[in-house]
């Protein structure tokens, strides 16, 4: 019987781990995407936030910014590796431009549209804090279903008492910097739709803030996952296993 080759899968590396603590990591690894990915997120915000303020030109800052993401998108694509995180950056301009363009049909200013650039990320993580808070509430914390993606069985791993207390603990780690992103750009925000401070250094600040508390604090987040996972070995079972 010829061996398989000697590569392995993705599938093959997951179906190897024995905890829930290497199973989160492992996801949460994939997930941020490495210094690259953190690079293609913060790219586009960056482009848009410099041209408005040099400029006030939205289209074009708006049409600049999605081109940088459509050139790092055709990088990635010569190099053949994942585009995930360019078409994330590529998906947020055109909520963004989506956001701008309502601002515009009901007469919005220039400095309106230009702030409503930014709510899309607001209401995002003001929902997806929600999502997560609520998880974790009901006794289903999001991640016990990464534990379950690997074990092959969705749900087994929440008649674990303790696993289910692990993932609710991470769950609220990551529910921590979507919450600290809306309390401190939403006053912000609000503050420059309402005329209380400068339209110009509104719009600077939160894309100051989108980029300092994007990947920065998903890292923070990490790190103490990091840590709660370093202090436990909680074992799981595949569903063959349980069953």
């Known amino acids: 019987m010829t061996e398989q080759p000697e590569a392995e899968t993705e599938t093959d590396v997951e179906v190897e781990v024995e905890t829930v603590e290497a199973v989160v990591r492992a996801q949460m690894a994939k997930a941020l995407g490495g210094r690259r990915g953190m690079i293609e997120a913060a790219v586009p915000t960056i482009v848009f936030t410099v041209l408005w303020l040099a400029t006030r030109e939205l289209t074009l800052a708006l049409s600049i910014s999605l081109g940088a993401a459509v050139v790092l998108l055709a990088v990635r694509l010569v190099q053949r590796s994942t585009v995930q995180f360019v078409l994330n950056a590529i998906f947020g301009i055109g909520i963004g431009w989506l956001f701008v363009s309502i601002s515009a049909g009901r007469g919005g200013s220039a400095d309106d549209q230009a702030l409503a650039y930014f709510l899309p990320g607001i209401i995002y993580n003001a929902g997806y804090s929600v999502v997560l808070a609520a998880t974790c509430l ?23 008492k303790q696993v289910v207390r692990l993932c609710s603990r991470l769950t609220w780690l990551l529910t921590i910097p979507c919450l600290v992103r809306v309390v401190v750009q ?30 920065p604090l998903q890292l923070a987040a990490l790190a103490a996952m990091v840590w709660l996972l370093s202090r436990n070995h909680t074992p799981i079972e595949s569903a063959t296993q349980s069953s």
């Open 138 to 160: 009901i006794g289903w914390p999001l991640v016990g279903f990464m534990v379950g993606s690997v074990t092959g069985d969705p749900t087994a791993w929440h008649a674990d």
């Open 186 to 215: 939403t006053p912000i925000w609000l503050a420059g739709k309402s005329g209380s401070i400068d339209a110009d250094s509104a719009v600077a600040a939160l894309g100051v803030l989108k980029i300092a508390m994007g990947w």
